[in-house]
Structure formats: structure tokens, C-alpha cells
């Protein structure tokens, strides 16, 4: 499974009751409304400029909404249904905007607080680090198109500074069966091991790659 599940991976839900679906939607319902409780750092300090670079694309690339960040307490647990009784720690997405530098560049400030600790459950502080990030692109922002989806932990850009995958051009703009008919939903998820097809092969991937700077307060 993708690293970025927090941010990118869609809920599964079984159809095979009419009371199953509605206790995954309430069970939804309540932490989106625990989430929503998290409050954002007003005064956030620990700040980073991710830059992301298209390299060789067969055609230009547009941004599909902004960058996620998904954010975790780990030193802190609730329960999100009482019913179920089900403990979870404390998750919150935050999205950051994207500004376009040129046909093949963008940029992104980030921060690492961006939530705020403090004690949301009368049991102590609750303490956040940021986990999986991602954003998507596509050829023209139409729905038919394939959306070429980045996403990693952020720590290991923390650690590496530069991240770079890799997408089969064939699927630019769209992704087509053999009777040439569109695939519905396209979504390409890079490929951080080019060295795993030929030469020949890397002739038909394009990459995508994301460098971190941090901002000196």
C-alpha cells in the first residue's frame, strides 16, 4: 500500500448490509467532526519550501488542488465511535496552496506545526508530526484525464531532501484500453524504481521530482 494512505487512500465500504454502510457513515461522520476539533497553529514556525520539477513530459501539466499534509498525534488516543468502542489517535489533513513557477515548476511552503498542541481530550498535551503529503496533476484538469498522483512520508523528503518518481508517458492525457476506449477514474502512482525496467524502457517514463528546503525564521 501506498505510504500516503492518510492523505490519499479512499474508504472502503461494504455494501452487503443496509446497517453496515450506516455505521461506516456515522462512524465517518464522527471523525470528521473530531477532526474539525484540531486546531491549526496560529503562529507556525518550522517551515519548509517544497519545489516540485516535471521532467520530460510529453505535454504540460495542471495542478489538481493543492498539496495535502496529513498530520498525527501519536502520544495521544481517543474513541471515535462509543458504540464500537473503537480507539484511534488523533488525525488531521491540512492543505497548503501550490504556486505555479513555469510550464514545468511548482512550489509549496509547508509547515511541520502547522497543528497545534495541546490537550484536546482533558488526558494531556497531544503532540503532531506530519506523515504522508501528496498532490496531483493532470494534463488539462478534465475528469476524463489521468491524474498523476506524488505522494511519500514527508520525513523521508526531510531526510533525503529531493524524491523523484516516475510515470509512463503512454498514459498522457488519458489512459486507453485496447479497443481504445478511456479508462474511467485513471490514476498513475509513480514508480520510485526506474532501475527495475530497461533503458529502452525509461525512454517512455517522464518523472516528477520534489526538493525540500527549510525556511530560516
Not at 64 to 92: F, L, Q, S
Not at 149 to 157: A, G, M, P, V, Y
Not at 166 to 190: A, I
Amino acid at each position: 500500500m501506498k505510504p500516503m494512505t492518510v492523505l490519499l487512500t479512499a474508504a472502503l465500504l461494504s455494501i452487503s448490509s443496509i446497517s453496515a454502510c450506516s455505521n461506516s457513515e456515522n462512524s465517518m461522520s464522527i471523525q470528521q467532526e473530531t477532526e474539525a476539533k484540531f486546531h491549526l497553529n496560529p503562529q507556525p514556525k518550522q517551515a519548509y519550501r517544497l519545489k516540485i520539477k516535471i521532467n520530460d513530459a510529453p505535454g504540460s501539466l495542471k495542478l489538481m488542488g493543492k498539496m495535502g499534509v496529513g498530520y498525527k498525534a501519536e502520544d495521544c488516543t481517543y474513541i471515535i465511535n462509543k458504540i464500537e468502542g473503537a480507539p484511534a489517535h488523533p488525525e488531521k489533513n491540512v492543505q497548503f496552496d501550490i504556486h505555479q513557477i513555469n510550464e514545468f515548476e511548482y512550489e509549496s511552503i509547508v509547515y511541520a506545526d502547522a497543528v497545534l498542541n495541546e490537550d484536546y481530550f482533558g488526558n494531556g498535551v497531544c503532540h503532531w508530526n506530519p506523515e504522508g503529503f501528496g498532490f496531483s496533476l493532470s494534463a488539462t484538469g478534465k475528469p476524463e484525464e489521468t491524474r498523476f498522483n506524488f505522494s511519500d512520508i514527508l520525513e523521508k523528503l526531510l531526510s533525503k531532501k529531493t524524491l523523484t518518481q516516475y510515470y509512463w508517458k503512454w498514459t498522457y492525457p488519458f489512459s486507453k484500453k485496447e479497443d481504445g476506449t478511456l479508462y474511467t477514474d485513471s490514476v498513475h502512482y509513480g514508480i520510485v524504481s526506474p532501475e527495475l525496467y530497461d533503458a529502452e524502457k525509461h525512454k517512455e517514463m517522464f518523472s516528477i521530482t520534489v526538493s525540500l528546503e527549510e525556511i530560516q525564521p
